[in-house]
């Protein structure tokens, strides 16, 4: 039998290996928000496309007294689940619409729902990217004469009257190279905007498609400043960040990598052995992850599964 069979029949099997590791809902019950008042709640979206591109990321954050923040969009391709999702919550106006950084995996989704949502503020960071789907994005924010905020290291801001937000990453002076946009994948993933939310004993981070490099960076800067109990991990889980010092000075309680797949098993299983319980929005769904503030988190997914080794 061939290597690259035996890999895909152990792949197979780990997958059909399965157990529950949190409350199984449904997708009303995710976005049910008859709950979510004093708590900070973070839901993930799972999003399909079939055009053979990436969904990519988008979470809905409640503060606990009831302000609204969309970190990214996803692709324009999965732009409608995220209207849906922010429809079922009975939402019609984002406070806060953030924007990681600007591939179109992140924010092709924001013209859509600028058009369907009152904006209270639209948050970048300094990054200038010149693709069509950067351009429609910006252009969707002059067109509706948004207030548009620059986010950088150092920035701290209020998400409603009990949490707050510590801008990490980037830096507000951008040093471009010759030929860019040219070959900037990393680039610019690395520019993506690290953010820590703090709300009592609890403590989340949010930092878009970060490599390990970037990472490193944090953690020379940071140290175990970085320590959160929530984080929606780096690059939809792949192989080109979670790094073992950025785990370890994180040191998170759950995971979540949003992705159409499992994006490497070895970063999956790296979290686990850590500690760590893992989510993947392709296995278990719409994910909504909330805290009352005391360092403690109720968790529902649409499916309850995690991988077996």
């Known amino acids: 039998m061939k290597k690259s069979l035996v890999s895909t029949l152990c792949l197979f099997f780990l997958i059909c290996l399965v157990a529950a590791s949190c409350a199984q809902g449904s997708y009303a019950q995710v976005y049910d928000t008859n709950d979510d008042a004093g708590k900070l709640t973070a839901r993930f979206i799972n999003m399909i496309t079939d055009t053979g591109d990436k969904s990519g990321d988008a979470t809905i954050l ?74 429609a994005y910006m252009a969707e924010i002059t067109a509706q004469d948004l207030e548009h905020v620059y986010l950088s290291r150092g920035d701290v801001f209020a998400f409603g009257d009990d949490v707050t937000v510590e801008v990490l990453w980037p830096e507000s002076e951008i040093a471009y190279y010759d030929g860019y946009p040219q070959s900037s994948t990393q680039f610019v993933n690395n520019l993506s905007l690290a953010m820590k939310f703090t709300y009592g004993e609890s403590k989340m981070l949010f930092s878009g498609d970060l490599y390990s490099s970037a990472e490193r960076e ?78 403690t988190y109720q968790v529902l997914a649409e499916q309850a599964w995690e991988f077996g080794f």
Do not use: W
Not at 228 to 252: I, Q
Not at 255 to 281: A, C, E, R
């Open 218 to 295: 944090l953690v020379a800067l940071y140290g175990d400043l970085l320590d959160c109990d929530v984080l929606k991990a780096n690059h939809h889980g792949d192989s080109t960040s979670s790094c073992k010092p950025f785990r370890e000075a994180v040191s998170p309680q759950i995971t979540v990598m949003i992705s159409d797949i499992l994006s490497d098993l070895n970063t999956y299983k790296k979290f686990v052995k850590d500690g760590s319980t893992v989510y993947i929005t392709h296995y278990n769904g719409n994910v909504k992850v909330s805290t009352i503030g005391d360092g």
């Open 62 to 135: 409640t503060s606990p007294d009831g302000k609204v923040m969309l970190i990214d969009a996803g692709d324009p391709a999965a732009a409608g689940q995220v209207v849906a999702a922010l429809q079922e919550m009975g939402i019609t106006h984002i406070d806060f619409l953030v924007a990681s950084h600007p591939h179109v995996d992140h924010i092709g989704g924001f013209p859509a729902v600028m058009q369907a949502f009152e904006i209270g503020q639209v948050m970048t960071s300094y990054i200038v990217y010149p693709t069509v789907y950067y351009d």
